[in-house]
C-alpha cells in the first residue's frame, strides 16, 4: 500500500512563505506524475504545480514551485507572496498507470 504525506502547513501571514513537502512509501521514480493541489474552503480541488517522471515541471502561478527530492521520496511545493486567499488545505498526488494516491493533507491558512 503506497502512503502519501503531507506536511510543512500552518499559520503564516500575508506576504510570507512556506515550504510544503510531500514524502511518499515508494521510489517517487515508481509515478509517472506527481502534482500538489489545494481545496480552499467551499471550492473545488484545484491544480497547483505538477512534475513528471520525465520532462518539464510546471505550476500554475510563479509564486508556486514544485521540486523533488529523490534520495527522500519527497516533493516540495515552496509557496511565495502567500494571500489570504491561499488559504486551503493542500494535498499531495501520486500517479502511476491506473491508480494514483492521495494523502491527507495539510491546512495553510494565511491572516494576520
Known amino acids: 500500500q503506497v502512503q502519501v504525506m503531507e506536511s510543512g502547513g500552518g499559520l503564516v501571514q500575508p506576504g510570507g512563505s512556506l515550504n510544503l513537502s510531500c514524502v511518499v512509501s515508494?521510489?517517487?521514480?515508481?509515478?509517472?506524475?506527481m502534482a500538489w493541489y489545494r481545496q480552499r474552503p467551499g471550492k473545488e480541488r484545484e491544480l497547483l504545480a505538477s512534475?513528471?517522471?520525465?520532462g518539464a515541471k510546471h505550476s500554475v502561478e510563479g509564486r508556486f514551485t514544485v521540486s523533488r527530492d529523490i534520495d527522500k521520496n519527497t516533493i516540495h511545493l515552496h509557496m511565495t507572496n502567500l494571500k489570504p486567499e491561499d488559504t486551503a488545505v493542500y494535498f499531495c498526488?501520486?500517479?502511476?498507470?491506473?491508480?494514483?494516491?492521495w494523502g491527507q493533507g495539510t491546512q495553510v491558512t494565511v491572516s494576520s
Open positions: 512534475i513528471p517522471r520525465i
Open positions: 515508494e521510489n517517487i521514480f515508481r509515478f509517472y506524475h
Open positions: 498526488n501520486a500517479e502511476e498507470i491506473g491508480r494514483d494516491y
